[in-house]
């Protein structure tokens, strides 16, 4: 995500904190840097000159240039400027005073509206929401089949009258809505190819009819200035509520992200950061800040883990580690819920201080799934008691897993490595992560 931007502020960071003291001429300098890497991100151009602007007027003041540590100022500055650009708070969606809660999804044909939809049907039910989807899309051939496919990964209803009117449908789902206590509604209207009036005026039309609660925009995050010209269009003729954006996981060079809450005047309230039902995100203004600048997002890291982590087992496995018994079913399970939570580059990069350095290693997730392949290939037994795995159940397991006699062997003695480890840290409050023998690269 942003991983481009990201390199480049950084480094005109590091050279920032590495200037004893600051002159205008180096803060200078570094913005200029600064612009440019926002500029090839593609950033709006008038959006870059404002926060350069801003930047500056407030870097080259006295307390910055006589600051002890002026480098940390700055980047405290360009943070807080640009925490201001991506919105300042989080912003939440509506809910109806009397449900159902309607939420009306509009934007170009392939930004992603229809897996949006599933994905916010999923994350409304973990807040304890009971979504319905609506197929409105009777343009695009097999919209309402793959909105149907999504609502069924996505385990949310899904309501469709085939290629009827949108108007009626969109209506008619109201009343289902009602009928099957459905408290949310989400809209998954028709999308053009480029804005044209025809699809304008069947919104419109639509919006005038249900009158929905929330309208939400959604962009594709990697199309960049296209992403903010189409949003700036829609939010003339629709005046919609806020933005979500999709593919932020991809090649997105960061220009959507950073300029569309400037140019519209509309907050982001989402993102899309992977291929699954559960790859949302609520967008928060500082976290994105923190990350585009390199920092980390340890409290996003920390809600992922929450999420997934089941507090009763979780206690359970901290008593065996204790009493020295983890065995292989217990290592499977943390794997698992690690695979819940995201892919494994992207969780580091949410630790602070750890995107730098793991964009020259090679973070390789088919070890992480070679290792559970393994562990599935053995019976209940065999991953209670490693011991009684000789030659020939390890052949077998190999044959199972598609892999090598040699890659079970390899898992075994990093197991009985990180038992060892265990004992050595038996009373212990904490062990150091970089200490275990386990390595995913």
Do not use: W
């Amino acid at each position: 995500m942003l991983e481009e931007l990201t390199q480049r502020l950084e480094s005109t960071f590091k050279r920032l904190r590495g200037y004893g003291k600051l002159s205008e001429e180096n803060i200078a300098e570094s913005l200029k840097e600064i612009r440019r890497a926002l500029l090839e991100a593609d950033v709006n151009y008038k959006v870059v000159k404002n926060f350069i602007a801003s930047v500056q007027e407030k870097a080259v003041g006295e307390d910055v240039l006589k600051s002890v540590t002026p480098g940390q100022m700055v980047v405290k500055i360009v943070h807080d400027e640009m925490v201001k650009l991506l919105g300042n708070s989080t912003m939440q969606i509506k809910t109806a005073g009397i449900p159902p809660t309607i939420v009306m999804l509009c934007g170009l044909q392939g930004s992603g509206k229809t897996t949006f939809a599933g994905k916010l049907a999923v994350f409304l039910q973990k807040a304890g929401r009971k979504p319905m989807v609506v197929a409105a899309d009777v343009y695009r051939p097999a919209a309402v089949q793959q909105l149907k496919i999504i609502g069924s990964k996505a385990g949310v209803p899904v309501y469709e009258e085939g290629l009827g009117d949108p108007e009626k449908i969109a209506s008619n789902a109201i009343a289902e809505a009602r009928k099957n206590l459905n408290d949310t509604i989400i809209l998954d209207t028709a999308g053009r190819l480029h804005v044209d009036q025809q699809m304008m005026n069947e919104l419109k039309r639509i919006k005038g009819r249900i009158r929905p609660h929330e309208i939400l925009f959604v962009a594709d995050g990697m199309t960049g200035q296209d992403a903010v010209n189409t949003a700036s269009d829609f939010a003339q003729s629709l005046d919609f509520d806020g933005v979500v954006l999709t593919k932020m996981d991809g090649d997105a060079r960061g220009g959507a992200a950073l300029s569309i809450r400037s140019v519209t005047g509309k907050p982001i309230k989402f993102m899309g950061v992977g291929e699954k039902m559960d790859d949302i995100e609520q967008f928060h203004p500082d976290r994105m800040a923190s990350r585009i600048l390199g920092m980390g997002d340890v409290v996003t890291f920390v809600e992922k883990a929450k999420s997934t982590i089941d507090t009763e087992n979780a206690k359970k496995l901290e008593d065996k580690i204790k009493k020295a018994e983890f065995d292989l079913e217990d290592f499977l399970g943390q794997l698992q819920q690690i695979k819940k939570m995201g892919s494994l580059e992207s969780l580091l990069k949410m630790i602070p201080g750890m995107g730098g350095q793991i964009k020259n290693a090679n973070v390789d997730e088919s070890n992480l799934v070679r290792t559970e392949a393994i562990i599935s290939s053995m019976t209940k037994q065999e991953r209670r008691n490693p011991k009684i795995l000789n030659g020939s159940r390890r052949k077998r397991i190999a044959s199972g897993s598609g892999t090598r006699v040699q890659d079970v062997n390899q898992l075994m003695n990093q197991f009985q490595q990180m038992k060892k480890m265990m004992k050595q840290f038996k009373g212990k409050k904490g062990m150091s992560m970089n200490r275990m023998p386990f390595n995913f690269s």
